[in-house]
């Protein structure tokens, strides 16, 4: 069982940063990735950015350039630093979790969620 916990969410005006943390707990040992998504209201979940166990980075291309995700293992943390914000990046951020099964497939955990609020 794994435990993740966001922080770090709030309000800020466009062209403001944001850094988004999220703390990872339990069963850590089999973590094949982590990621950021962001949910706005009436729209679909969307990934943000993700991590691999071996350092590999993703981006959405809307946050390419502007976002940057981070790790730190011996913290078991994973970061999402957020630069020149737009009222579009508006939405209720999640870090996830994905673990490797014993069948061989995989389990996503989800956290509870952060807003962030970026005005115009």
């Known amino acids: 069982q794994v435990q993740l916990v966001e922080s770090g969410g709030g309000m800020v005006q466009g062209g403001g940063s944001l850094t988004l943390s999220c703390a990872v707990s339990g069963s850590i040992f089999n973590i094949a990735a982590m990621g950021w998504y962001r949910q706005a209201p009436g729209e679909q979940r969307e990934l943000v950015a993700s991590i691999t166990s071996g350092g590999s980075t993703n981006y959405a291309d809307s946050v390419k350039g502007r976002f940057t995700i981070s790790r730190d293992n011996a913290k078991n943390t994973v970061s999402l630093q957020m630069n020149s914000l737009k009222p579009e990046d508006t939405a209720v951020y999640y870090c996830?979790?994905?673990?490797?099964?014993?069948?061989?497939?995989?389990?996503?955990?989800w956290g509870q969620g952060t807003q962030v609020t970026v005005s115009s």
């Open positions: 996830s979790a994905d673990r490797w099964t014993v069948a061989g497939g995989s389990f996503r955990s």
